[in-house]
DNA sequence: CGCGGGCTGTTACACATTCTCACAATCTAG
DNA sequence: CTAGATTGTGAGAATGTGTAACAGCCCGCG
């Protein structure tokens, strides 16, 4: 766990296949439920699921990370959320995935099949709260990064961004203040609605500004949370 | 009805007002299982909940427009949905609201208390399943709309804007290629994350490309569907 | 009935941000 | 060690913004 402090890009994946943190009230009630759920082990660039594959399991990432995306007609990627371990992956789709899954690290899930999981919630109404509570708190989500994507300046998004991953960090027990980038620049462009290049140049100028560090280009160092944070939430400037 | 056609202002709320049309499964099971609820009537610019309230209730849109919306710290504001007849709003909350709810017209809103709503779940895990479908549902159109916003232009968002408006009628049973925006442009302005005088030009621009007629600053007619649903589709360019 | 204020919507122009394209530098896998 | 992928940087182009002026409409007031 502490080889993220002197990390190279192999360990790093090993950090996090390392330290499952379910950390969700519904995804322990769902583990508790389905626990019989089988084990899966996924590679780095492995696909969970594709667009257009039925939806036969919700799954639970118990160590990784999973890119939730979506590739348009033209080309162009949109990626939806990055999940951490603790986190539900599938929830929201409804007879055909309309998304893809991809490990960006070595990951193991839990699959749960959904006609178990759609049968007992028939039977104890209080998982169905629960999951529509886990669906909430990811609509919530979505309305957050909505907001960031349409209403601010590259580095508000970047900064938004950074101080997500801090709290996750956090959350996990980890360091709030440096941790490592489980996903490419191009991820995070595709998340954050901007091109590689701009979220290059935005790294850059954080670290100018002395709000972050950067010893290598997937190990972020925050070296003024406060800023960092003012910056994220508008009130900066 | 027909009074869509020689429209001015004040009829346009009565029009809406007048046409109920629920259409949602979910909304459907919901008005049978809770049709106790009280109904209420708002008048335009009243609020059916703010930001900070304690959720009471769930709403179930039965005429008339209902805008959702956040304010941020610095005064920008985000409007996240608009709810039409058959929309159930204020789903999503936990605890309090994040949300403000507030009617563009004259609107009949029936409300759902919370607590019943919980105890129906509890005893009917069926219905927890079909609210499931519902948030899930929400959870799809808020990340249609972050790519909308995310990945395109003034010019696609708009139409995609207009061509999900047209659908919405459609589905609700009038006209698809002529209708009265229940919403300001500031509204619009601040849904698609532009600003309004981006909005106003961009519906300019489409008119003098012949796609669609704007008789009144509220009218809006589609004139060419398909080169307006290309270019919300970005098949265009 | 007409006047004036307030709100919404439209348009023009200078400006800022982000994108596109091109290429160098660095890292990684085989 | 080499080939391919990823990251970083610069210059000019495109897109959207902010400011400001103005038109149209509604409403209240005299």
Do not use: W
């Not at 900064?159 to 991953?165: E, R, T, V, W, Y």
């Not at 901007?194 to 100018?208: A, Q």
Request: glycine share 8%.
């Amino acid at each position: 766990m502490l080889a993220a402090t002197f990390v190279m890009q192999p360990e790093v994946q090993t950090v996090s296949y390392d330290t499952p943190q379910p950390r969700n009230a519904a995804a322990d009630l769902l583990a508790r439920r389905c626990g019989t759920g089988q084990l899966r082990i996924f590679e780095a660039k492995d696909h969970v699921f594709r667009e257009g594959d039925p939806v036969s399991n919700v799954y639970l990432v118990e160590a990784g990370h999973v890119c939730i995306y979506r590739t348009l007609a033209d080309g162009r990627r949109h990626v939806i959320d990055f999940a951490y371990p603790g986190d539900i992956v599938g929830l929201g789709a409804i007879g055909e995935h309309a998304n893809n899954a991809q490990a960006t690290a070595r990951s193991r899930v839990r699959c749960l099949p959904i006609a178990a999981l759609q049968q007992a919630i028939r039977e104890d109404g209080r998982l169905g709260l629960k999951l529509c509570e886990a669906l909430s708190r990811e609509l919530i989500a979505s309305r957050e990064l909505l907001f960031t994507v349409s209403q601010r300046t590259a580095g508000e998004r970047l900064a938004s961004f950074l101080i997500g991953l801090s709290r996750r960090n956090e959350r996990n027990g980890a360091d709030r203040s440096e941790f490592v980038l489980p996903m490419t620049r191009a991820d995070i462009a595709d998340f954050l609605g901007l091109t590689i290049e701009t979220v290059s140049r935005t790294f850059t100028k954080l670290r100018g500004d002395g709000m972050i560090d950067l010893a290598q280009s997937v190990l972020v160092t925050i070296t003024d949370y406060d800023g960092l944070s003012a910056l994220a939430e508008g009130r900066s400037k």
